[in-house]
Every structure is written in structure tokens, then in C-alpha cells.
């Protein structure tokens, strides 16, 4: 019964980082779904051998490298250059509480644009940059998920943010045509 | 020499500008960037640029992962046995699943009744007499003692004189009299 409530828990502390990560990484949410089912399955499998306070690293750790496997997986199938925005839908207007559909559109269109970005980084500097920036979690934090040392977690930020910032200087243009 | 070179846009100024506009950057550097930026229209500009893009990926968030999914994943991965769930037997199974935990509950509840014990330990009361009081207390003794004894001394001369002479005494020599009259009674 101890191990429920703990499991209990640890999904709902960690089911949308789990869940967010995987659609950063996968770009597609069956996909997501799938890892997150995934790592929850392996969070009960394992919960009498972790101890609870490492439990974040070790989830990010295990999320991480089953987005790898499907990664590899599917550079052998489908190119899925076109599906890159499918599941990012209301992001933003969840968190912003206008009413004005002029003010929603333009956030979802920032917020597409922003996420497309992301998603075009390579991959390992693109989980850096996400554990950074969206879930919060510290240099060392990200150093034990990832298996890297800390400074070049830090140059990974870096250089995720540059390209970043080259990627939506692309998208520019666009917007003034 | 030095402040000029520093304020040029180069490798250095730029990683400078990304800490400082993502908000991590150390005070030194948000000072150094501040003042480079006040100069050079192109380092300003270069802030504001990255700036922008930190604003627009500060509102991201996590994204919600569905309820019905994770009602499934916990109903899958949690035996059917396990689901229902009583307060008592919740906190039972909580103490005394394992080991740790029932060592720990017990170190706890000796802790508790051992403190309780040392300090609700009641006061030693010190008395302080004076002389007068202890001389006293001494002949208040005595009297209560001589009355006992006068006590004593009176229940055994009663004892001696009336109840054994005349309550005890007296009936057996009677008796004793009355069968040596019927002895002789019969001898003749």
C-alpha cells in the first residue's frame, strides 16, 4: 500500500514532465503518449529500488532514453518534418486568460512559432534546452539525467540558445510578407 | 583601451547578452552588458533581440498530460486489490510496511514516553524547619507516645485484673469445683 501512495505521488508530480519532454523530443504526441505510458509502467515496475528524493533524474534519465530508442526507430520510417506542430494546440491559450480571439490567435502563432524552433534543434541540444527552459531543472539536475557534465550542459544551453535565435530570425521575414 | 575592446560585439559579448537576457547571467556581466549596450546601438540591439525570443519562450509551460490516460496507466499498473483503500489500513500499512519505517516509529514513541517521564518528573519538596518547630514536633511525639503507652498500660491491667481473674478464672474454677463435687459425689 506504501508503494501506491508513492507511486501515486510520483506520477502526479511528474506526469506532465514526463509527458512534455517526450512531445519536445518526439514531435508527435502517440508517440508521447506511448513514452509516458512507458516510464510510468518502469516508475511502478521499480518503485521499492529508487530512492524518492533522486526519483526527478531517474524519470528524465529513463524518459530521455526511450526517446531515443523511438528516435532511432523512426529515422528508419517516416520522415516527419510535416507533423512537427499536430499536438501543440492550446498551450497558450490555457495560459492566457484573454477573451480576446485577436490577442489567442496571435499567442498561438507566437507559440507554434516558438515550438517549431525548438524542435528544429538538434536533438541533444534540444533536450538541454528543454529540461532548462521549460522544466525548470538545474545544471546538475540536467548533468545526472543526461549523463553530461555540467559545463557542457552549459555550452549545450548556449549554443541551443543561438540557434535558436537564428531559427526564429527564418520565421521573420515571413511575417512581414 | 581595455572598456573599448570590451564593448565590441564579439563571441564573449554575445554569450554575455544570452545569459543576460534569459536572466542567468552574474551581476558583473548584466552590468557589463548594460553599460556595452548603453554604447554600441548594435549590441543594444542584439539584447533586445534575444530578449524578446527568452520573453516568448519564458510563457511556455509544461503541457497537461490527459486525465483519462493516466486513470488507465494507474488502474493498469496498480492490482485491483490494492485500490481500495481505508484510512486505518492505509495508516497501518504505511508504519508498518517496512522495517525503516517501524524502527523509526518506535525510536519515536520511546523518545516521547522517555521525555514525558523527565519532564513531568514531579519536584523534590526541600523542607526547611527551625529548631523551635523540629523541639516541637519532638515533644508532640512524646505526649502522642506517653498517651499511647498510658493506653497500653491500662489495657493491661484490665486484662490482668478483671478479664483474667474474673471473666476467666473465675468460670473455669467454678466449673472445676462443680466436677470435683460430682467426683466426690459419686466416690461415696
Redesign the interface.
Known amino acids: 500500500?506504501?508503494e501506491?501512495?508513492r507511486?501515486?505521488f510520483l506520477?502526479q508530480q511528474y506526469?506532465?514532465?514526463?509527458?512534455?519532454y517526450s512531445?519536445y523530443m518526439l514531435k508527435n504526441r502517440m508517440d508521447a503518449?506511448d513514452v509516458?505510458?512507458e516510464v510510468?509502467?518502469r516508475i511502478?515496475q521499480n518503485i521499492d529500488k529508487f530512492n524518492i528524493l533522486a526519483a526527478k533524474t531517474w524519470i528524465i534519465k529513463t524518459t530521455n532514453n526511450l526517446c531515443i530508442d523511438y528516435l532511432r526507430r523512426r529515422t528508419v520510417a517516416v520522415n516527419r518534418e510535416f507533423e512537427i506542430d499536430e499536438?501543440?494546440e492550446d498551450?497558450?491559450s490555457?495560459?492566457h486568460n484573454s477573451e480576446n480571439p485577436y490577442l489567442i490567435t496571435h499567442?498561438k502563432m507566437?507559440?507554434s512559432k516558438?515550438?517549431e524552433a525548438?524542435q528544429r534543434l538538434p536533438e541533444n541540444i534540444r533536450s538541454v534546452f528543454i529540461l532548462y527552459?521549460?522544466?525548470e531543472m538545474k545544471y546538475k539536475e540536467i548533468s545526472k539525467a543526461l549523463d553530461l557534465p555540467i559545463n557542457s550542459v552549459k555550452v549545450y544551453l548556449?549554443r541551443a540558445?543561438?540557434k535558436?535565435?537564428e531559427e526564429?530570425k527564418k520565421y521573420e521575414p515571413q511575417e512581414i510578407i | 583601451m581595455n572598456r573599448k575592446k570590451s564593448f565590441k560585439l564579439n563571441e564573449e559579448m554575445i554569450n554575455k547578452i544570452i545569459s543576460v537576457a534569459y536572466g542567468d547571467a552574474k551581476l558583473i556581466d548584466k552590468f557589463i552588458v548594460m553599460r556595452a549596450a548603453a554604447q554600441n546601438p548594435e549590441i543594444r540591439e542584439t539584447l533586445y533581440s534575444y530578449k524578446k525570443t527568452a520573453k516568448e519562450i519564458e510563457v511556455l509551460c509544461e503541457e497537461e498530460y490527459p486525465d483519462d490516460l493516466l486513470r488507465n496507466i494507474i488502474r493498469k499498473n496498480i492490482p485491483a486489490s490494492k485500490n481500495t483503500i481505508s484510512f486505518l489500513f492505509d495508516l497501518y500499512s504505511t508504519v508498518f510496511s517496512r522495517p525503516i519505517i517501524s524502527a523509526i516509529t518506535t525510536i519515536v514513541l520511546i523518545t516521547a514516553i522517555v521525555t514525558t517521564l523527565i519532564v513531568n518528573k514531579p519536584a523534590q519538596i526541600s523542607y526547611h524547619y527551625s529548631q523551635a518547630e523540629i523541639n516541637n514536633a519532638d515533644q508532640q511525639a512524646r505526649k502522642a507516645f506517653a498517651i499511647v503507652g498510658k493506653f497500653f498500660k491500662l489495657t493491661r491491667t484490665t486484662l490482668e485484673n478483671e478479664i483474667m481473674d474474673e471473666r476467666i478464672a473465675k468460670p473455669i474454677n467454678d466449673g472445676i469445683g462443680i466436677v470435683n463435687n460430682l467426683f466426690e459425689g459419686e466416690t461415696k
Do not use: G, H
Open positions: 500500500m506504501f501506491e501512495q507511486y501515486r506520477i506526469k506532465n514532465k514526463i509527458y512534455t512531445l503518449d509516458t505510458q510510468m509502467i511502478w499536438f501543440f498551450t497558450y490555457k495560459n499567442f507566437i507559440a516558438v515550438k525548438i527552459e521549460i522544466e548556449l540558445r543561438k535558436l535565435q526564429l
